[in-house]
């Protein structure tokens, strides 16, 4: 299986909470970040967390971080038509500083 | 705008032909890195270069080669074009050699067709 899995999309109403889900494989994991990709553009660094932390917030974002689990999420609050796009989980497998990515949840807002 | 900058934004080629990608890093950063998109692998890391020399080695085949050159930009060489080489070529650029905390700034991509 894959290292890295997400759920390919995801729709929610503008004014509703997105949660975007993601789960990694290799337990020696020391950093785990969210990348975002809007159309035509590369990937912007959103937000990480170091693997001994269980959450992280930042203004609408909280990361979720569930290490026995393997699990990783990403809280969108408030989400509105501009956060449409595609958000990439990532991990940096232990010893390298070079991130697996995961293939990326399309997040849909609609009115 | 991430600062990086990628050349062409769109190629369409043939196959068996060669073409050369080129990306441009933030100003101040040392590393950059490739990366390829496609619908069926994902984002996969390609090559990395720190101050003109190979630092880290993905799933790079060995069609492909890159250099970073002494003015820090650097070109992805991608030779014996197969169809299944379509795919977005992402550059990224970063201040260091590889530090986990080392952000990777994007470009916005080279869409490469191959026909």
């Known amino acids: 299986g894959e290292d890295v899995e997400q759920s390919l999309f995801l729709s929610v109403r503008e004014g509703d909470s997105s949660v975007i889900n993601c789960t990694y494989t290799?337990?020696?994991?020391?950093?785990l970040y969210w990348y975002k990709q809007e159309p035509g553009a590369g990937l912007q660094l959103l937000t990480y967390i170091f693997s001994n932390m269980d959450m992280k917030q930042d203004q609408r974002l909280t990361v979720l971080l569930n290490k026995k689990d393997k699990h990783l999420s990403l809280r969108i609050a408030d989400t509105q038509t501009g956060d449409s796009a595609i958000y990439f989980c990532a991990e940096t497998p232990g010893g390298s500083y070079i991130p697996t990515f995961g293939r990326g949840t399309s997040l849909i807002v609609h009115p | 705008d991430s600062g990086v900058t990628q050349t062409p934004k769109h190629l369409i080629t043939a196959t068996g032909q060669r073409v050369t990608l080129r990306c441009s890093p933030r100003s101040g950063d040392l590393s950059v890195y490739w990366y390829q998109q496609s619908l069926d692998q994902g984002l996969q890391f390609l090559i990395q270069?720190?101050?003109?020399?190979?630092?880290a080695k993905g799933n790079i085949l060995e069609r492909f080669s890159a250099q970073q050159f002494p003015d820090l930009h650097s070109e992805l060489n991608l030779s014996s074009l197969e169809l299944g080489d379509s795919a977005l070529y992402f550059c990224?650029?970063?201040?260091?050699?590889?530090?986990?905390?080392?952000?990777?700034?994007f470009g916005p991509g080279t869409r490469l067709t191959v026909l």
């Open positions: 290799d337990s020696s994991s020391t950093y």
């Open positions: 270069y720190y101050n003109g020399e190979e630092r």
């Open positions: 990224a650029s970063s201040a260091r050699a590889g530090a986990i905390t080392d952000t990777q700034y």
